[in-house]
């Protein structure tokens, strides 16, 4: 999409997406036979972070930080995922096959697979060799997460369904709430807005895609399983300034889910507190221009600034 009155910044970096789990020992298990290296730090006894390089999987299995109430419903991601992975595809099928089985439909370095839990369709791809070696020294500038790399080294796109006609006011809500780069593209007489993070090898893409069988907008505020959460860093210029025209919107949001702990994990609300936890959150993805809501999604909006930053090495050693 051209910016028109608006600059526009990238993204840097797409971190993690929140899917609430029944069983964490099973997913635990699962993602690390993916890849996955399983974050020491940010397990504990409410939630399992796996690593995917610089992103997260996030898995809670308690309901509430303040009740710790058993999670009973699988949040399922409708759309899709895929991975950079630095191991042998035949062998990676070979580790899962406890959980399910590769999909017949082979193409040469794409392995395509179904999480058994949520039905969350999964494709790995063979990392380039200079994804790779860019990943290799992130390593080595001590970027990352506690528990480093594992053979997943990117999140390299993330695909949500959405209703056909409401691509343009996902691209809106980016563009001019946000004032991120994004793009409006077709897709089988479709539409998709694309999102892109970081750049190079490692470049991410968050992408809205409109399907005839997407369910509705507002599944989020209907519908457990829709519950779910990403959340991406901005540029620390862009990050005050995307609160302030959030807020002026009224699109600052609180869950109350993640109330009662650490406040940078929270819903600040205010810009003092949003500079000081360095996030906020966000859900009703409303173009301003029309007041059309294209979907509801939670965000964590995040800044370089915030706790749990992963890519300072990065800046420091012109990785990106």
């Known amino acids: 999409m051209k910016s028109g009155q608006c600059s ?13 789990v029944p069983d964490p020992t099973m997913a635990g298990d699962f993602y690390t ?13 409410r939630q399992v972070h796996v690593n995917m390089g610089l992103s997260q999987l996030h898995m809670p299995f308690k309901l509430t930080v303040s009740q710790n109430e058993p999670v009973e419903v699988a949040q399922q991601w409708r759309g899709q995922v895929e991975y950079l992975t630095n191991d042998r595809l035949e062998d990676v099928a070979l580790k899962l096959k406890e959980f399910v089985e590769a999909s017949d439909e082979r193409t040469p370095g794409l392995l395509r697979l179904t999480s058994p839990w949520d039905s969350l369709s999964i494709t790995l791809r063979e990392a ?5 070696s860019i990943a290799q020294r992130l390593v080595s500038a001590g970027c990352g997460h506690a528990g480093g790399f594992g053979q997943l080294i990117s999140m390299r796109r993330l695909v949500h369904s959405c209703r056909p006609g409401h691509a343009a006011s996902i691209a809106g809500f980016y563009s001019k709430i946000l ?25 991410q893409t968050l992408e809205f895609e409109e ?9 989020y505020d209907e519908d457990e399983s829709f519950k779910y959460h990403i959340c991406m860093y901005l540029p620390a210029d862009a990050f005050e300034a995307a609160f302030l025209r959030a807020e002026k919107a009224g699109l600052v949001w609180v869950n109350s889910r993640f109330e009662g702990g650490p406040p940078e994990f929270a819903s600040p609300t205010s810009l003092a507190e949003v500079k000081s936890c360095g996030q906020f959150r966000v859900k009703d993805m409303r173009d301003p221009s029309t007041g059309k809501c ?3 999604l939670e965000h964590e909006i995040r800044s370089p600034t915030h706790k749990c930053f992963p890519m300072k090495g990065a800046f420091s050693s012109s990785l990106l």
């Open 179 to 203: 004032q991120v780069e994004v793009r409006l593209e077709s897709r089988r007489s479709l539409q998709v807005a694309i999102v892109p993070f970081g750049k190079g090898s490692l470049e």
């Open 8 to 20: 526009q910044v990238r993204a840097l970096l797409l971190e993690h997406l929140n899917l609430f």
């Open 294 to 296: 294209g979907l509801v």
């Open 128 to 132: 380039p060799a200079d994804a790779s």
């Open 33 to 45: 036979k993916l890849g996955a290296a399983l974050n020491p730090v940010g397990s504990n006894h």
């Open 211 to 219: 399907n005839l069988d997407a369910p509705a907008a507002c599944a």
